[in-house]
C-alpha cells in the first residue's frame, strides 16, 4: 500500500513538473506583416521565452535553416542576442522572390513539443517603369491630319502595385472624358495600358499632350510628353507695308502663311492677272512682293496671293490705296547718355503739305512737350523716358514716328533678396546674382577665395541672360564637392561703376555652427555700441546747464547752445517764458520774467536747437541731449542738456539744421 502511494505521488510532481516547464515556453513576440520597397531592407520579428529547442525560419513553408547562420541565404541574417530570445529575420537589399509568408518554429525537446509563430506576410512593391506612348517618333512627335480621330496608347510597365495612367494636356489639365484604362498582371508585375481618342483639328497643331504614371507607394509620377504635329491647308493673310502708301514710294507686300506641311508653293496675281519676275519672266513664287514707285492711278488694284501645299490651296485678296502722305525720319531710335548729357534729337518730315511737327513724351500722347524738327534734352532722371514726333497735315492727319527711347547710364545694381543658396553633396547647385543696369553691356565675373571662377580653366560655368535693363548671372556648380561650400562673390562693372554682393552657397539640411556664433556675436556687439553711445551722451559734458520754465500752453523757444566766452543766448518769439539759471556761468545774463532777452547770435558757428510745446492729458519733464560740433578756435566738443519743466501737460519736439529729439 505504501508503495502504491509513493508511485502516484511521483506521478503527480513529475507531470507538475513537466506542466510547468511546457506553459514557460512561448512567443513574446511573433511575425507580422510588412511591406516594403525593392532595394529596401525589412526586418521581422520574432522573441522566444524559455525556449530549449532549435529555431528555424520558412518562407512559403520552406525551412531556411536551423540555428542563427543562414549560409544558403546571404542576404538574410538572424540578428538579436540569443540569451534574450530573439531570432528576428532581418531581410538585406529586399527582392520580389522574397516575398511570401514567414514563420519562426521552435524544434521539440524531450517531453516539450515544437512551437509555431503565427505567419507573417512580407509584400514586396516596385516602381514601375516610365510611362511609353506607342505612336512617338523620335523627335517626340505624333503626326495626324486635321480632321480625322486619334488613338494614343500610353502603356506603364512592371509596376507593383499596379499604376495609375491618366493624360493631360501640357498645362497639367486632366483629360477626363474618352480616356479608357486597363490593368493586365504578369509574374507578380501589372502593366497599365491608357487609350486616349480625339477629334483632331488644325488649332491642334503643337499641341503637347502628356501621359503620367503612379502607384501607391508614393513615388513620385513620372511623365511622357508628345507633341501634335497636324497637317492641314494653308492659312493666308496678306499685309502691306505700309497700308497706306505714298505717291511714289515702294509698296511691300507679305504673304504670310500658315500650314503643315511648312512646305509651300506661292502665286500672285493683280485683278486676277498673274505677275511674272521682270528679270526671269516666270510666275513669282516668293512669299514676298514689291512694287516699285505707286502711282496714283494704281489705287484700288486688288492683289491677291494664293498658297498651296499637299493638303489644299487659300488665296487672300486685298486693294491697294495710295495717298501722298508725310514722311518721317528720325536721327535715332535709341539715346544712351550720362547724366547731364546734351542730345538733339531730329524729326525729318518730308509731306505734302507741309506739316507741323508736334513732340510728345509718352505716355502722354495729349500733352505737346516741343514744336520743331530738333528736340535738345539734357538726360537725367526727367527726361528720361520714350518720345515720339508727330507730322500734322492738313490733308492726310496727323503722322507719328516710332518711339525714340532716352535712357540714363546707371550704375549696376544687384538686387537680389536670396543671398543664401544650398546644394546636396555630388549634385549640381546654382548661385544666382541678379540686378539691372543701363545700358545692358556691363562685366559680369565671379570669384571664390579672391580667385575667379567660371572660367575655361575650372569646372564651373556662368550662364548670363538679359532682358532689357535687367540681368541674371548664374554660377553653375557641378558634382559639389566639400570645398565648393562658402562664399562667392558676384561682381558687376560698366563705365558709370561697379557693383558686387556676397552669396552663400551651403550644405542642405546642415545649419552652420560657424554661422550661428557670428549671428550672436553680431547682436552683442550691437547692444555694446548702443550702450556706449548712450553714455557718451549722458557723460560727455561739462558745459553749464539751464533750465527754462513754461508758463504757456502753447510756447516756441530757440535755444543756441553755450559759446566759449560761457554765455547762454536765448531768441524768445513769443512770451510767458521764464528762464532760470541752474548753475553759474562766466558773464551771466540777466533775464526778463516776461520777454527773454535776445543776444546777437550772427557770429556763432552753432547750430540753433528749437524747442516746440505742445499741450499733453498728464504733466512730465523732458531731457534733450543735444551733440554739437564746435568749429571755433577752442577746437572742442560739448554737449548741452536742457532740462524744461512744464506746468501744464506738455510734449517737446527739438530740432536743429540736422537732427531732430522728441521727449515729453
Known sequence: MFEKCWILHCTFLLGLFFQTTVSREKFAIEPTNQVVKVGEEATIPCRIV????????????????????????????????????????????VRLEDEGEFQCQVGGVGHLPPMKSRKGNLTVYLEPDPPEILQISKNGLVRTVSGQELQLFCISRNGKPASTVKWMFGNGTVIIKDVDSRTRERNKLY???????????????????????????????????????VEYAPEVQLIFSPMEVREGE?????????????????????????????????????PDHTIHSVQRHQHGLVVTC????????????????????PRIELSSLNYVKKDGEVISIVCQV????????????????NKPIHRGMNLTLTVNRMTEGKYICSAVSEMFGEVSSREVEVLLKKKPVISNREKYFYGVLGETAHVRCIGEMVPNQGHISWRRKGYRVGTDSDRFTVLEEKFGAEFMSTLVIP??????????????????????????????????????????????????????????????SNLTVRSWKSKAENTKVNCSEVNYNGKLLVNSTENNVECTELS?????????????????????????????????????????????????????????????????????????????????
Open 250 to 286: 515702294d509698296l511691300n507686300i507679305s504673304c504670310l502663311s500658315r500650314a503643315n506641311p511648312s512646305k509651300v508653293r506661292y502665286s500672285w496675281l493683280f485683278n486676277r492677272r498673274s505677275i511674272t519676275d521682270r528679270a526671269t519672266g516666270l510666275p513669282l513664287l516668293k
Open 191 to 229: 502593366n497599365t495600358t491608357a487609350t486616349l481618342r480625339i477629334q483632331v483639328n488644325k488649332e491642334m497643331d503643337g499641341l503637347k499632350l502628356l501621359c503620367q504614371s503612379e502607384n501607391s507607394m508614393d513615388y513620385l509620377p513620372k511623365t511622357t510628353q508628345i507633341t501634335l504635329s
Open 306 to 325: 494664293e498658297v498651296s501645299n499637299s493638303r489644299g490651296r487659300t488665296d487672300d485678296s486685298r486693294k491697294i490705296s495710295v495717298l501722298y502722305s
Open 584 to 664: 553759474g556761468v562766466q558773464n551771466p545774463l540777466d533775464y526778463n520774467q516776461r520777454n527773454v532777452v535776445q543776444e546777437n547770435t550772427a557770429d556763432s558757428e552753432f547750430s540753433p536747437l528749437i524747442c516746440t510745446q505742445n499741450k499733453r492729458t498728464n504733466p512730465r519733464s523732458v531731457t534733450v541731449n543735444h551733440s554739437i560740433s564746435q568749429e571755433s578756435d577752442l577746437k572742442k566738443r560739448a554737449t548741452t542738456t536742457t532740462t524744461t519743466t512744464a506746468t501744464a501737460a506738455t510734449d517737446y519736439k527739438c530740432t536743429n539744421n540736422s537732427d531732430t529729439f522728441i521727449g515729453s
Open 479 to 540: 558634382e559639389i564637392l566639400e570645398s565648393d561650400f562658402g562664399t562667392y562673390e558676384c561682381s558687376i562693372e560698366n563705365e558709370i561703376g561697379r557693383d558686387r554682393a556676397i552669396f552663400q552657397l551651403r550644405e542642405e539640411g546642415n545649419l552652420s555652427l560657424m554661422s550661428v556664433f557670428g549671428a550672436i556675436f553680431g547682436v552683442l556687439i550691437t547692444i555694446l555700441l548702443l550702450v556706449g553711445i548712450a553714455y557718451w551722451r549722458m557723460c560727455g
Open 50 to 93: 524559455n525556449h530549449d529547442g532549435d529555431v528555424q525560419w520558412t518562407r512559403n513553408g520552406f525551412g531556411l535553416g536551423f540555428g542563427r547562420d543562414l549560409e544558403a541565404f546571404l542576404r538574410y541574417k538572424i540578428i538579436g542576442s540569443r540569451e534574450e530570445g530573439d531570432w528576428s529575420l532581418r531581410i538585406q537589399d
Open 350 to 365: 518730308s509731306s505734302n503739305p507741309p506739316s507741323d511737327i508736334i513732340w510728345y513724351k509718352l505716355p502722354q500722347y
